[in-house]
Nanobody, 117 residues
């Protein structure tokens, strides 16, 4: 059974930092495209950062502030978030996908990030 479990969310002041972690079981992150998405109230879920092979992509709104990384040995994916802004407030989700296979991606349950003074 595949499980993705996010952690590391919380309340932080504007300008602060958080590191989100996604622990995977039942799959090997090294063989999947791993991404972080977020969804704010009233908004659609949007891709924040994506790691596919040697390629990494970021949403324009987070480029230069967020960094996605993998720890293949421990089957984890991280999202380092710096210089956080109130508009970064959302539930953040870990996603594991194999594009082109026709299989549905796997999702974690999400972790809340709130940026507020």
């Amino acid at each position: 059974q595949v499980r993705l479990v996010e952690s590391g969310g919380g309340l932080v002041q504007p300008g602060g930092s958080l590191r989100l972690s996604c622990a995977a079981s039942g799959l090997t992150v090294a063989t999947y495209a791993m991404s972080w998405y977020r969804q704010a109230p009233g908004n659609e879920r949007e891709m924040v950062a994506q790691s596919i092979g040697d390629s990494i992509n970021y949403a324009a709104s987070v480029k230069g502030r967020f960094t996605i990384s993998r720890d293949n040995a421990n089957n984890r994916v991280y999202l380092q978030m710096n210089r956080l802004k109130p508009e970064d407030t959302a539930v953040y989700y870990c996603n594991a996908d194999r594009p082109g296979t026709g299989r549905l991606p796997y999702w974690g349950q999400g972790t809340q990030v709130t940026v507020s003074s």
